[in-house]
């Protein structure tokens, strides 16, 4: 995934097909975490608390289900414009604030189904064919999200 054009309305990124295969592959797993209530508060006994608590998973799932709904536009045909050896992905700001919030949802989702671990590269030798998996699903996200991140970077030096 290579940055190709940078504008104040978009930017283009160049993907060769493998990256665009690994990527439509990500999108599907979207979402891969579960859906975990909401904590307001550690004290108990207030009396605002479940109502608050209520109104904040209300939010996080309507959130969850706009971003999912964003989250299958990403990729949109007219998006995407092949070229002779590759294709160029063409994403709003908005859509590379989705497309980071969907890759970190599952780089997240994959490092708690491992257990949160502290090492990012553990030994394989030890791990079961899923744990693998998920490492690799881990890895694959993190190099999606390094590029969109150093050009959202790059994008607020141009704009100051």
Request: charge should be positive; hydrophobic fraction near 40%; proline fraction near 4%.
């Amino acid at each position: 995934m290579k940055l190709v054009k940078l504008t104040s309305a978009d930017a283009q990124y160049f993907l060769n097909s493998t990256e665009l295969m690994v990527l439509r592959s990500l999108l599907r797993k979207f979402p891969f975490t579960p859906r975990f209530p909401a904590r307001v508060t550690r004290r108990r006994g207030d009396p605002q608390t479940a109502e608050r608590k209520k109104l904040l998973n209300q939010a996080l799932a309507e959130h969850r289900r706009q971003l999912k709904a964003s989250a299958r536009n990403l990729l949109a045909d007219e998006k995407i414009h092949s070229q002779d050896n590759g294709h160029l992905l063409t994403l709003t700001s908005e859509d590379r604030e989705t497309l980071l919030q969907v890759l970190n949802d599952i780089r997240v989702g994959c490092w708690h189904a491992l257990g949160k671990p502290e090492a990012p590269q553990p030994h394989t030798a030890a791990l079961s064919n899923q744990e693998i998996k998920w490492h690799g699903l881990m890895h694959f996200t993190a190099h999606f999200e390094a590029y969109l991140v150093e050009d959202g970077e790059a994008e607020e030096k141009a704009d100051a």
